[in-house]
């Protein structure tokens, strides 16, 4: 009989944000892959779990995956851990979590802590729907040109970003003329979380950035509009929902025809 792999979320910065469940999952399963074995490691120390532990990270990955299948094939039951917060979200696991499902292992999501989500649940943003970006190209022209190509979306934009570079982004997010909201430290003991106007950010910890893109899209009959969203550079799936964001009667099948002309 098949193994199970559980996707077990952790704190993004307070440890009583874990649950139950999650813990008690963490002390039953026969393995535990972490993104950070020494952050892990803590964690498990201060809530008393002793399973056993194994490095699974971004560089090395791919290559694991065949033994980490074969445990589970042979009825292994293993929990996947990122350092914090929901694996596989802009974290390590999405190849293993993918080649299980194709082998027909049963995988589980253990739901908890999430930056994105915690930081688009404070934003004061009034849509519903917003597109989670992850982190943008470091630097250079390629940043820029993504940054409009997502704003072009017409959606709220939740962004992770490193500290060394949140000046940089900001500064793009200004001169876009964008409503930014800045969290800083979910959850921790320097947590902020504020609307920015301008002035100087201080340059420590994690970033999640939300971000309201200044004006609405084009009418929905401007052929212009159409024409840069095809040379938008963004991927086909990403064009035909802007498409359909722009004419909210356009078919699936009728924007990827105009996108794949």
């Known amino acids: 009989m098949n193994g199970q792999l559980f996707i077990v979320a952790t704190p993004i910065g307070n440890m009583s944000d874990i649950s139950p469940r999650a813990i008690e999952t963490l002390q039953q ?25 194994r490095s ?20 292994k039951r293993i929990a996947l851990v990122s350092d914090a ?15 299980a499902l194709e082998a027909g292992i049963t995988v589980l999501p253990l ?8 930081a688009y649940s404070v934003s004061g943003v009034l849509q519903d729907e917003f597109f989670f970006c992850g982190f943008l190209p470091p ?21 992770y970003e490193a500290p060394h570079r949140i000046s940089s982004l900001l500064i793009l997010l200004q001169e876009r003329n964008a409503r ?25 910890g994690e970033f999640v950035v939300v971000v309201e893109p200044a004006e609405k899209p084009p009418a929905e009959n401007d052929n212009t509009a159409i024409e840069l969203v095809k040379k938008s550079g963004l991927t086909t799936k990403e064009k035909v929902t802007l498409l359909r964001a722009l004419n909210s009667e356009m078919k699936p099948n009728d924007a990827k025809k105009i996108v794949m002309k």
């Open 29 to 53: 399963v026969d393995l535990i892959l972490a993104e950070d074995t020494r952050d892990t490691a803590r964690l498990c120390q201060r809530l008393g779990i002793k399973t056993p532990l």
């Open 56 to 75: 699974y990270h971004k560089f090395s990955e791919k290559k694991n995956l065949e033994p980490i299948i074969e445990q589970l094939l042979d009825g």
């Open 85 to 99: 917060g929901t694996p596989a979200v802009s974290d390590p696991g999405k190849y293993l979590v993918r080649s």
């Open 111 to 118: 739901p908890g802590p999430s930056a994105a989500i915690a």
């Open 139 to 159: 630097k250079g022209e390629v940043r820029a040109k993504r940054l409009d190509s997502l704003l072009g979306m017409g959606f709220p934009l939740v962004l």
């Open 180 to 204: 930014v909201v800045i969290c800083r430290e979910l959850t921790k003991q320097f947590e902020e979380v504020f609307e920015w106007h301008g002035g100087e950010i201080k340059e420590r």
